[in-house]
């Protein structure tokens, strides 16, 4: 029974690897004037690099080939409070870095520069995009070859950054617990004003009414 167990863990641990090894990228199609935006949640003081490459659709051969070099992508990267943090164009495939210093959802948005290139005009355009944050944004072979150091020396590296980017997603959660206790604060703030004036209104119609009643049997003499 513990060996069926141990396999069925096994098992269940190699599809979630490969999952994940599917949903690592994406790709994600464009018109001559369409504009696409990510919203990717990063903690403060994070790396971002981002990887792609186009392809266009040709009509001839019905099939998506790479893209020329006259055909670039202009990328703008939003920081949570609306500022503008990287604002560039860049080639048919390219990389593009930015680091986050504010806690957030950051906005990542891609269109081509299809108004300068004629033979794009009303085709389609395949991005593939491969988006990676922190830690995962290193390259540990150069680093070894560049800094000598041994397989253990990396490894120890290695662990270093992940704890340090764990830390840095715990402050993040932290930080997003605080400002939902504060949207919940004030809003039972709210609910409870709101009820306090609900129950105002509802005194002062009764005693209005209560008023005109008492007028009106008056006016008739029946009290």
């Known amino acids: 029974m513990v060996v069926f167990r141990m396999q069925f863990t096994l098992c269940t641990v190699l599809v979630l690897n490969f999952c994940y090894s599917l949903v690592s990228a994406l790709y994600f199609h464009i018109g001559e004037t369409e504009k696409k935006c990510f919203i990717e949640e990063i903690p403060d003081e994070t790396m971002i690099i981002g990887n792609y490459r186009t392809q266009l ?19 703008e990267v939003k920081d949570p409070d609306e500022k503008v943090i990287l604002s560039r164009q860049y080639g048919s495939e390219g990389r593009f870095t930015f680091t986050s210093h ?47 150091l041994t397989e253990l020396q990396l490894r120890v590296r290695q662990l270093v950054e992940q704890v340090d980017q764990i830390q840095k997603e715990q402050n993040y959660q932290r930080y997003r617990e605080e400002r939902f206790r504060q949207t919940s604060e004030s809003t039972n703030q709210r609910v409870l004003w709101w009820s306090i004036v609900q129950t105002l209104i509802l005194v002062a119609i009764g005693f209005w009414q209560m008023r005109h009643l008492k007028s009106f049997f008056e006016a008739k003499k029946l009290v």
């Open 102 to 148: 504010t806690p957030g959802e950051h906005q990542i948005c891609l269109h081509s520069n299809s108004s300068k290139f004629s033979l794009f005009a009303g085709g389609m355009l395949r991005v593939h995009l491969d988006i990676q944050v922190g830690e995962h944004t290193n390259n540990y072979e150069v680093i070894a070859a560049k800094d000598k």
């Open 57 to 75: 659709y040709d009509k001839q051969k019905e099939e998506y080939l790479p893209a020329t070099q006259g055909l670039g992508m202009f990328v």
